[in-house]
């Protein structure tokens, strides 16, 4: 199983930036993938979920109403769509991929907002 995120870019305060995901190697149909973060000397935190189903759970506060999960309706791969991004955005990105059990994480993308 292979899992790669790309989409990750510096942007000034208030712009946008669109991550994507696609997760390769299995044929399992249920799954669920997730956007985690990771922000120097912080704990990992997750940002967003989606099932292969289309199910999002709640966002936690940090990104709710600016940040969006969404997927492909025929493949494994998901996508972030991040608005009015704050310095506090500023994280690697890391997509999970959950199935049968097992976790499978990608390698992760810089997100840097700064002006």
């Known amino acids: 199983v292979q899992v790669v995120e790309s989409g990750g870019a510096s942007v000034q305060p208030g712009g946008s930036l669109r991550l994507s995901c696609a997760a390769t190697?299995?044929?399992?149909?249920?799954?669920?993938m997730s956007w985690y973060r990771q922000a120097p000397g912080k704990e990992r935190e997750k940002v967003a979920t989606i099932t292969n189903t289309g199910i999002v759970p709640d966002y936690p506060d940090s990104v709710k109403g600016r940040f969006t999960i969404s997927r492909h309706r025929t493949m494994s791969k998901i996508y972030l769509q991040m608005n009015s991004l704050k310095p506090e955005d500023t994280a690697v990105y890391y997509c999970q991929l959950r199935v049968l059990g097992r976790e499978f994480w990608g390698q992760g993308t810089q997100v840097t907002v700064s002006s």
């Open positions: 190697g299995f044929t399992f149909a249920n799954y669920v």
